[in-house]
Every structure is written in C-alpha cells, then in structure tokens.
C-alpha cells in the first residue's frame, strides 16, 4: 500500500531528514504465540549465569524472572485511576529509591496507537512523563509526519516506569516488576496498533533476543495486537541515516492499523 503524502507530512518528513520511498508491504502474519490481593515484590529469580555487557546490538540476554500470579491478577483488575495510584507507590523493586516521579503514560485512552519506549530517562524522571527532551521533540515530529500528536489517538508509556540510576540499562527484575502494569494498560486501552521503540521495549514485548534490525520490517503481535519494532528516537538522534528505516516502520505500522480498523 503506498501512501499519498501531502505538503505538511512532505515538510514533516524534511525535518526528520527522511527522503520520501514506497513504503515495504508486510508479510503474512504471524500467529502469537475481585478481592483484595497484595502487590508485594515479586521474590528475586535465581543466580543466573553472567550476562554479557549491555550494547546496542546485539541485545543483551533477556533472563526469564518468575512472576507472582496473585500479584498480576490483582493488577489485571485494576481501573485506569488504581493502575495509576499503584505505579505512583509502588516499591516492588529499588528503583523506587531514586526515583523523582514516576512515569505512568500520556495520552489519549482512547487511542488508536501506542507507542512503547524503554525506560524514563533523566528528563521523564523530572517531569513525570514520557518522551520529553530531544528524544521526545523527534518523535513528535514522526508522529506529526503521520498527522498524529501524543493527545490525539496516541498514547505513550515506557516499560519501565522509574528511571534506573544513571540511565543504565534495565535490569531484568525490574522489567519483570512493571510487566504486569504495561499489560493492563494494554488490556485498558485496546488499541489498533504498537510501535515498540527501542531495544528493551522490544525484549519485553516480544521476549527475543534478537537486534532490532532483524526483527523491524515485519509483523509481530502481542496480546494479539499487531506490533511493529522501531529504533528508539534517542538512538535515531545519534544514527541519522537510520531515520529513514525508522520512516519505513512507520509506514509499515500505519498500513498494519489501516488493515486492523478495518478488519
């Protein structure tokens, strides 16, 4: 399916550097795979085997942490206003004790897209809300290029919902602790399309260890949504040329959600 871009999405495009191309087809898809209950911490997985150091790619092993069914239904029965009181205390893991804010989502609930990035960083810790700073200002501009904003039809949150010290990579404890927050919103929100940004939220999501570059291009699905894998915009910030395959996702994701509305 092409797309038929007008002036505005064509200046949009210029400021992300993308030069306009047909947009790839996907391939077929692929088939995917209440009373009070506490929400203590999951207990820590055992002793794994050392992991390797964090890089861009590949990606890091992603070590399977047991979870606490009790805890996880208790979650699934949560409204939009619980969900969020819980992510704003909780203390499942330490990343609690550093934490300025807590990083919920924004957007509209009643979106079409979401959009899930990895985890907040310094700026989303101070502000309470995801993708502000640089890394935020491009992907409104991608967003704009589709004639889409963050509070229209959109809605976006991170996998993690604290910041790990220093920006350093999530922990696999830690990402195990925020699953079942991200699911439920998932589950509340219902929407036609994901875009998965970055290398963890694409682990989370998909559990695979594969590099982004081997996994965008194609459909996934999770919860039975279709899901389209994208480079983060911080990583797009310092790897220009890759903004023109984060262009082509885009148009993949968009093709993806025309097809599911339809459907």
């Known amino acids: 399916m092409s797309l038929v871009l007008d002036d505005r999405r064509r200046a949009m495009l210029a400021e992300m550097g ?10 077929p898809a692929v088939a995917p795979a209440a009373s009070a209950v506490s929400l203590a911490p999951i207990p ?30 208790a979650i699934e029965a949560m409204s939009w206003d619980e969900l969020e009181q819980a992510v704003a205390g909780c203390e499942a893991c330490g990343l609690c004790a550093s934490r ?12 079409d897209w979401l959009i899930v ?16 700073g640089q890394a935020g200002k491009l992907l409104d501009n991608m967003l704009r290029s589709l004639g889409l904003d963050r509070g229209n039809k959109v ?23 925020c699953e079942p927050y991200l699911r439920r919103q998932v589950q509340l929100l219902q929407p036609r399309i994901i ?3 970055g290398r963890f939220a694409v682990q ?6 594969e590099p982004i570059g081997k996994l965008r291009g ?6 039975g949504i279709p899901l389209v894998v994208t480079y983060h915009p911080a990583y797009l910030l310092r790897n220009l040329p890759d903004k023109a395959r984060a262009w082509a996702d885009l148009c993949l994701a968009l093709e993806l959600m025309r097809g599911n509305a339809a459907a």
């Open 195 to 197: 875009l998965a940004m």
């Open 117 to 132: 990035g990895e985890a907040p960083g310094e700026n989303e810790d101070l502000q309470g809300e995801p993708f502000v």
């Open 44 to 73: 820590p997985a055992p002793e794994a085997r050392p992991q390797p150091a964090p890089s861009e790619s590949p990606a890091a092993r992603r070590v399977p942490v047991p979870q606490d069914p009790a805890r996880a239904a």
């Open 218 to 223: 194609r459909r996934h699905e999770y919860m």
């Open 204 to 209: 989370a999501l998909l559990g695979s260890d």
């Open 18 to 27: 993308v030069r306009l191309f047909e947009a790839p087809s996907a391939p």
């Open 100 to 111: 300025r804010n807590t990083v919920f989502g924004v957007g509209d609930r009643q979106a």
């Open 155 to 177: 809605y976006i949150a991170n996998v993690l919902k604290c910041r790990p010290p220093g920006n350093r990579n999530p922990d696999p404890q830690e990402v195990a602790q």
